[in-house]
């Protein structure tokens, strides 16, 4: 009985470290990842001015955006 008790543990331990990772990830390094993802598809459609530091794009909804900053946005093509 004493070793399918330390296996249970051992699990329980193993599940609550899974989870401590998985809210880490969503925490701290999800929203970091999605707002990249974001701006990049906004700066690939956006219209800017020269220097491509202040850009206005139309959101999901149709609704107009000003003041992104798309300077740091690669506007070539790498896969060719």
Known sequence: MKEATGELNMTVV?????????AFFYAFV???????????TYCATATCNADRTNCSYYDDEGNLKDGLDCSNYDTTNSSD
């Open 30 to 40: 999800w929203p970091g990842i999605k707002a990249s993802i974001e701006r990049n």
């Open 14 to 22: 193993t599940v609550v470290a899974i989870a401590a990772v998985a």
